[in-house]
């Protein structure tokens, strides 16, 4: 007997609501596993982790502010994923997002006003969006994969972020250090919660989100992304045109990844910095299929991200686990949900091989 890889019949619709979970479980169990195995405390790295920052309410804003990035990039992603769509360079969307909403703080660092924040979230969204039409014309107009195009102009806009705060953008009064001025009151974002790290840009994430399901379930434009995902030519015969799509899914996630760019360089950091890149981009991908490419989903799926950022940083110092632990969890996460996407899709059956030739009677 053989066994075969083979589609299910029916695939079950209660198993996939519990995918993600039950992909969380696993890299519970399994980082658990890795970490022990390693001479740490695996259970202890795993409570850090995943428990602790849920269970003590002064960690709450911390998990707002990391999961408010994570949100809004994986719903501007999930737009373009649902229409097979391949944005792999949020992470370049952020930074040129950052970077162009930082221009607007610097140019207006000697004016006051309540139009200077706004302006500056304009600014990100669309620089987002003019770096994300390049990979957008290029797959359109040449044919060139949006996942290579994409990715590698992430490193791009990494060299213009740290050819701008080394030069031409450099505080003259911070001591040589390569940072731009720190943002006046008027273009940081303000506190949700007084006295907490909770800032405006949170609750913009999560209404983001929750706008974006609206559109998606109840717009013509959230139809046309769904059916050309799902069913190419039945979208062509509606009039729903693919390159039309990719260039609207396109200039959506990068506005999505550049809002969220300069609300984390108005938010937490309050300049920009060549540490400024957070790899946010990448871990938005987790992100989005996490939480199933749904905007609600996502929205839930960033905070148990958000977890394990907070929950590593807090790792290093009660369990000693080294920095990149958070990372390890992260990764375990994807290749966890891929393994259970797997099976609900497939199933192992076994077959009776098929009779040899030479053992065929005539």
């Known amino acids: 007997m053989a066994w075969r890889i083979e589609p299910r019949a029916e695939r079950s619709r209660a198993l996939d609501l519990a995918a993600p979970a039950l992909a969380v479980a696993a890299t519970i169990v399994i980082g658990s596993l890795v970490f022990s195995a390693l001479g740490y405390d695996g259970l202890g790295a795993a409570r850090e ?59 207006a660092y000697d004016m006051a006003g309540y139009w200077i924040l706004p302006a500056m979230l304009v600014a990100g ?46 505080d003259p009064q911070g001591y040589n250090f390569p940072q731009t001025r720190t943002f006046t009151d008027w273009e940081t974002l303000p506190a949700v919660v007084p006295g907490t790290v909770l800032h405006l840009g949170v609750p913009i994430a999560f209404l983001a989100a929750f706008l974006a399901w609206i559109v998606l379930r109840a717009t013509v434009l959230g139809f046309e992304v769904r059916v050309v995902g ?97 990372g390890v969890f992260q990764a375990l996460m994807l290749f966890c949900l891929l393994a259970v996407d797997m099976a609900t899709r497939y199933r192992l059956r076994r077959v009776a091989p098929a009779p040899s030739a030479a053992g065929a009677r005539p």
């Not at 737009?79 to 950052?98: D, H, L, M, P, S």
């Open 125 to 170: 969204a669309l620089g987002g969006a003019a770096y994300a039409a390049i990979p957008a014309l290029l797959r359109t107009r040449f044919k060139v994969s949006e996942i290579l195009s994409s990715l590698m102009l992430s490193y791009v806009a990494l060299q213009l972020l740290y050819f701008l705060v080394r030069g031409p953008w450099r």
């Open 49 to 107: 982790i995943f428990l602790s920052p849920l269970a003590d309410p002064q960690r709450w804003p911390d998990l707002g502010v990391k999961s408010a990035p994570l949100v809004l990039i994986a719903v501007g992603l999930s737009f373009g994923f649902r229409a097979n769509v391949w944005n792999i360079g949020a992470e370049g969307q952020y930074v040129v997002g950052a970077i162009a909403g930082t221009g607007v703080a610097l140019a």
């Open 230 to 326: 799902l069913a190419p030519a039945a979208a062509r015969y509606a009039g729903f045109e693919a390159d039309r799509t990719a260039w609207r899914t396109m200039l959506a996630g990068g506005a999505f990844a550049g809002l969220a760019g300069i609300l984390e360089a108005a938010g937490p950091f309050g300049q920009l910095t060549p540490q400024f890149p957070q790899g946010y981009g990448y871990v938005a991908i987790i992100v989005a299929f996490l939480g199933r490419l749904h905007p609600l989903g996502i929205a839930l799926a960033g905070i148990v991200m958000a977890v394990s950022y907070v929950g590593g940083e807090t790792a290093q110092t009660t369990v000693g686990l080294p920095g990149a632990a958070a």
